[in-house]
Structures are given as structure tokens and as C-alpha cells.
């Protein structure tokens, strides 16, 4: 990879590297491609594409009825409310 490229990326990127930075980004990204390019010399002939490194499951637990904060207890820590509702700014016009 040339330093022209990386300047490239980092530009994209939105990254102010110095010339140091430039150029030792230059040296890892190129050992990374060197690596990728060692990949692809792998033989996977009937190796069956994987869609995730692990089984997945989700994380989240069930809905479950519970007690719900008493409203004077919700609004005790709003900037700003009336009593009953949050108030917030407008944030879209009416129609």
C-alpha cells in the first residue's frame, strides 16, 4: 500500500495524521493486506460458507408485567413537566 492511499483513507475517514502516522499505517495496513492475500492461497473446497463465528441467541429477557414508577416519582427528576407529562421542545411543526 502507498502513502498516497492511506492519505486517501485517513481523508475519508476524517483522521489528521502526521507523516509518522501516515507512514506507520502505511506499514500495517500492508502487512494486513499481505495477510488477506495469504488467505486467499487457502484451499476451502467443500467448506460450507459460516454466517456467524458463534451460535446466536438472543440476550434479552422475556416482557414481563411489573409495578410501574408512581408518576410523582417519574417526574421527580424532569426538568420540566406539568404535573402529569414530561415537557419537552417541539421538535416537529404542526400540520
Known amino acids: 500500500m502507498e502513502i498516497s492511499e492511506v492519505r486517501k483513507v485517513a481523508l475519508l475517514a476524517r483522521l489528521a495524521l502526521s507523516e509518522?502516522?501516515?507512514a506507520e499505517s502505511c506499514?500495517?495496513?500492508t502487512a494486513v493486506l499481505d495477510y488477506v492475500t495469504l488467505?486467499?492461497?487457502v484451499n476451502i473446497d467443500g467448506v460450507e460458507p459460516l454466517l456467524h463465528p458463534v451460535p446466536l441467541q438472543n440476550v434479552f429477557r422475556e416482557d414481563e408485567p411489573?409495578?410501574?414508577l408512581p408518576p410523582e416519582v417519574a417526574l421527580s427528576s424532569a426538568c420540566r413537566s406539568d404535573g402529569r407529562f414530561f415537557l419537552v421542545p417541539q421538535i416537529l411543526a404542526d400540520k
Open 39 to 41: 488467505l486467499e492461497e
Open 27 to 29: 506499514e500495517r495496513l
Open 20 to 22: 509518522q502516522e501516515l
Open 66 to 68: 411489573a409495578v410501574s
